[in-house]
């Protein structure tokens, strides 16, 4: 990581959703290795989910949209993050939402 972030590299993605929470955990260890502020990296975290489950563990809905992030802000122990994809469309769900 530090040497990609010396190389000009400041884009990290997290796999989010598609990912386990391991992955997110490492992943905030090595950003916080690279001894930076924050603001000088990006972040990015993905949602959407399976249907497995809660209803609420899935899709595009404001919950879910708003406790994924605030689930890979913590996995990842950094303050934000700097884009949420949205890995696919939800159709059950209206834009307007």
């Given at each position: 990581?530090?040497?990609?972030?010396?190389?000009?590299?400041?884009?990290?993605?997290?796999?989010?959703?598609?990912?386990?929470?391991?992955?997110?955990?490492?992943?905030?260890?090595?950003l916080k290795s690279l001894d930076v502020p924050r603001k000088d990296y990006v972040v990015s975290t993905k949602i959407?989910?399976?249907?497995?489950?809660?209803?609420?563990?899935?899709?595009?809905?404001?919950?879910?949209?708003?406790?994924?992030?605030?689930?890979?802000?913590?996995?990842?122990?950094?303050?934000?993050?700097?884009?949420?994809?949205?890995?696919?469309?939800?159709?059950?769900?209206?834009?307007?939402?």
């Open positions: 990581m530090q040497r990609c972030f010396k190389a000009g590299i400041n884009y990290f993605d997290s796999g989010g959703d598609h990912s386990s929470t391991e992955e997110e955990v490492q992943l905030g260890h090595a959407f989910g399976t249907r497995l489950g809660s209803p609420n563990d899935w899709g595009l809905s404001r919950k879910h949209i708003i406790e994924g992030a605030k689930s890979s802000i913590k996995q990842l122990d950094c303050k934000y993050v700097d884009v949420v994809f949205a890995t696919r469309p939800d159709y059950d769900t209206p834009l307007e939402e």
